[in-house]
């Protein structure tokens, strides 16, 4: 079983990578939104402040590199080449699923190496709400938390992935209570996030009801677990019954506006289609505290520090160049830049 786990997360990475797994006719919505253009920025280039606290720790853009899972065998390398990208550019980074690590001697690409090699930006722990349903208790929550000391713990909720996939996690009952139970017991703060199908606003309240107090909307209009599903799903069936899920979800841009005018204190992680630093100023306009990436930067993942690193580099002097030319000299400023919206949409 553990070894099918394993496999299954590493067919699903390299689906993610040389498939077309995007949604078809669901997008971010960030398309519609565009800021005014400033002529008269009155703003140094070179004196943009993007810097921002998250989890207790300074990060010099609001950026997160979103939890991305490739199974153990992959897992190693993943992780090395985020927790460098992240310290050497100051952004936070969450890791895949601790799963397969916390129940299996297997726990290659979780340890505190992580911790050494990022040991000044925050570092995000990640479990399912599966493992929540099938509790064993707290201890192993902050053994996830331990494993490679990090400064919250992720906790995913993928229903959609879940109920399309072969023998996914179909009862979620008393998912929310769990949650409740992990809020009051860790020492750490907890992040719930979804996989891109978007939180709505009903949602984030009730878990904010519970004491989470940092939701990660994760909206759709870039990956579609859906689609990952009914690449490998069988019989045709299954495999049919995906596909028709490939575009479900609340798009990103729609499910901030919505949490953070139900929330208006929380702390937001927008992510869900996130191409470019465009699209993060426009998350951030929106209500978000934090902008995560992920599988627009796997490819770059993949290939090693180097090129993840130019990436994210670029991503952040396209957030600079959105602030110059809205007269923006930090993020409070960016946040209140004025919008245009696009009347056809
Ligand atoms: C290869 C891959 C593996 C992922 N594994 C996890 C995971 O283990 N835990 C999790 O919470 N999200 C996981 N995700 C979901 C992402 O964190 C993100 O929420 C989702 O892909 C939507 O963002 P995107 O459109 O930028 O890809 C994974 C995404 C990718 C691309």
């Not at 809020?183 to 004491?211: D, F, M, R, Y």
């Not at 160049?321 to 919008?339: H, I």
Request: proline content about 3%.
């Amino acid at each position: 079983m553990d070894d099918d786990r394993a496999q299954a997360k590493l067919d699903q990475l390299e689906t993610v990578l040389r498939r077309d797994v995007a949604t078809r006719y669901t997008s971010t919505g960030f398309e519609t939104i565009r800021f005014a253009h400033n002529a008269l920025p009155e703003v140094d280039f070179a004196a943009i402040d993007l810097s921002c606290t998250f989890l207790g720790r300074k990060c010099r853009a609001p950026l997160l590199i979103s939890s991305m899972t490739g199974g153990p065998s992959r897992a190693e390398a993943i992780n090395t080449t985020l927790a460098e990208v992240a310290q050497s550019l100051g952004l936070a980074f969450a890791v895949g699923s601790q799963r397969i690590a916390l129940e299996t001697a297997n726990a290659s690409g979780f340890s505190k190496d992580l911790r050494r090699r990022a040991p000044d930006v925050p570092i995000l722990a990640n479990i399912g709400a599966a493992q929540l349903h099938d509790w064993k208790g707290v201890e192993y929550l902050n053994r996830a938390i331990d494993m490679i000391e990090a400064d919250a713990l992720i906790i995913h909720l993928n229903p959609l992935q879940e109920v399309l996939q072969d023998n996914g996690d179909r009862n979620w009952k008393g998912v929310l209570n769990r949650i409740e139970e992990a809020v009051t017991a860790l020492p750490c703060p907890i992040v719930v996030k979804e996989i891109g199908c978007g939180i709505s606003a009903a949602v984030a309240v009730k878990l904010n009801a519970v004491g989470v107090n940092i939701i990660d909307i994760a909206g759709a209009g870039g990956t579609s677990w859906a689609a990952v599903v009914a690449e490998s799903a069988s019989p045709q069936k299954s495999r049919n019954i995906a596909e028709t899920f490939r575009d479900w979800g609340i798009p990103t841009a729609q499910a901030i506006r919505d949490a953070r005018a139900a929330l208006p204190h929380i702390s937001l992680i927008a992510s869900g289609g996130m191409r470019n630093g465009l699209d993060a100023a426009k998350a951030l306009r929106l209500g978000a505290n934090m902008v995560g990436f992920a599988g627009s930067i796997l490819e770059q993942t993949l290939q090693g520090r180097l090129g993840l690193q130019v990436q994210f580099e670029a991503i952040i002097e396209e957030l600079r160049v959105t602030a110059f030319c809205t007269g923006s000299q930090n993020l409070d400023q960016l946040r209140q830049a004025p919008l245009l919206i696009d009347r056809h949409c």
